[in-house]
């Protein structure tokens, strides 16, 4: 799965390149300039060497709840002009936004959003993790973000053409109850998501979502965990365990 992070997405100089790691400082020099500039950077509003530092503060810790404050203090820019810089990123399509949950299921909730990166590899390469160092015993804290910002860009890329219509959001709620991503449904009712590093499934990886199967009632649609094995589980009546690649790998027999 490390090798997999460093791999997937490339936006590598060369586009027959299959490890993202060709050519990324090449394509974060780049971010500055091409035809995908925001309207700011264009008119001088806002200098690259501070899009450049705010970016490589996102990956200081990957798929983080959006901090300005803290982000703009990393990126030695003023706080002012953090929202205008991370508009430009989202603009560039480098990083997607998961915002906070909204639907009725939750309560006090928090509404800032997560930053996730479009390309974990650049995320890993701006972190400066090596894909080794992702597999050592005791590395399941640091993959375990670059796994989420996968699994929410991929449903953020799927969003517009989805048969269903949906809303992606990330629960963290003040009295301590937090799942990754919720899918929440027009009618009000919700899917829960949560992403695991291990690669079988264990009762306390559905401990939060069984929480939020409670909290919710007839409005819980069901509770998925997501990690590396190779293939699902049904855990009880509504609560699936599936491989990540489930995401993009459907058997349709």
């Given at each position: 799965m490390a090798d997999f992070v460093a791999r997937l997405g490339s936006r590598a100089s060369v586009p027959d390149e299959v490890r993202s790691a060709y050519g990324v400082e090449d394509y974060v020099a780049l971010l500055a300039g091409g035809d995908e500039l925001s309207l700011d950077l264009r008119r001088g509003r806002l200098a690259p060497s501070g899009l450049l530092a705010l970016l490589g503060a996102m990956a200081h810790p990957p798929s983080a709840e959006l901090n300005k404050a803290r982000l703009a203090a990393m990126a030695a820019i003023p706080p002012t002009t953090s929202t205008p810089y991370v508009d430009a990123l989202v603009d560039l399509g480098v990083v997607r936004l998961v915002?906070?949950?909204?639907?009725?299921?939750?309560?006090?909730?928090?509404?800032?959003?997560?930053?996730?990166?479009?390309?974990?590899?650049?995320?890993?390469?701006?972190?400066?993790?090596?894909?080794?160092?992702?597999?050592?015993?005791?590395?399941?804290?640091?993959?375990?973000?670059?796994?989420?910002?996968?699994?929410?860009?991929?449903?953020?890329?799927?969003?517009?053409?989805?048969?269903?219509?949906?809303?992606?959001?990330?629960?963290?709620?003040?009295?301590?109850?937090?799942?990754?991503?919720?899918?929440?449904?027009?009618?009000?009712?919700v899917y829960g998501v949560e992403v695991r590093t291990a690669a079988g499934f264990r009762p306390h990886q559905f401990r939060n979502l069984e929480a939020l199967a409670v909290r919710a009632g007839s409005r819980f649609r069901g509770g998925i965990v997501l990690n590396t094995a190779p293939v699902g589980f049904k855990y009880r009546p509504g609560m699936w365990g599936l491989p990540i690649s489930a995401l993009w790998e459907w058997d349709l027999r």
């Open positions: 915002p906070g949950a909204r639907s009725a299921v939750t309560k006090r909730a928090i509404g800032r959003p997560r930053a996730v990166f479009d390309d974990p590899a650049l995320a890993r390469r701006l972190a400066g993790d090596s894909t080794a160092a992702l597999v050592e015993l005791g590395a399941r804290a640091r993959l375990a973000p670059y796994l989420e910002g996968i699994v929410a860009a991929e449903l953020l890329r799927q969003q517009p053409t989805s048969e269903v219509e949906f809303r992606l959001t990330h629960l963290r709620e003040r009295n301590g109850l937090e799942v990754d991503l919720l899918v929440e449904l027009p009618d009000e009712t």
